[in-house]
């Protein structure tokens, strides 16, 4: 096996053994990598943009707690089962796909009542997760949330 050492290497195209392309990187920086069978993948776009896990009631990481993030500036409490997440680099624009999860973490009083969380409100630098008790119109706060997105970054 050979061992290139450089500042810059320029190329094109990067091929495997069988000398099937497997990466094309196009003049723009755009990285398009070869996937299952003949289907190709742009690597910009396949990248997830934020994603979080959260405490907002103290049950699992402590009140108020970011456990982890990734594109995460803060996360605001706006009302009972009301979170606005707000993010460090903006979005390109309100076409992006936020997705949530509220987690049980076996400490909830209500805990017989089934839960979802939705994102909404979607703005280019924050959007907002709900999360309700199916059949109420009641907030939770219970558990923790964890959230991702994918979209054009600005």
Not at 17 to 41: C, F, K, L, R, Y
Not at 64 to 76: H, M, P
Not at 91 to 96: A, G, I, V, W
Not at 105 to 115: F, K, V
Request: proline fraction near 1%; charge should be negative.
């Amino acid at each position: 096996m050979s061992t290139i050492v450089g500042t810059n290497i320029e190329v094109t195209n990067l091929k495997y053994d069988s000398d099937t392309t497997s990466m094309i990187i196009s003049n723009t920086g755009q990285v398009t990598i070869q996937g299952e069978n003949t289907n190709t993948t742009n690597l910009q776009q396949g990248l997830a943009k934020e994603w979080t896990l959260f405490d907002q009631a103290g049950n699992v990481l402590g009140a108020n707690t970011i456990g982890d993030s990734f594109n995460v500036a803060s996360v605001t409490d706006v009302s009972t089962g009301h979170f606005d997440v707000f993010l460090t680099n903006n979005m390109n624009s309100t076409t992006y796909c936020p997705v949530s999860n509220h987690h049980y973490s076996g400490l909830e009083a209500n805990d017989q009542y089934s839960r979802f969380s939705a994102p909404s409100y979607l703005r280019t630098n924050a959007y907002r997760i709900a999360g309700q008790y199916i059949n109420s119109s009641t907030g939770y706060e219970d558990g923790y949330f964890t959230t991702g997105m994918n979209g054009d970054l600005a």
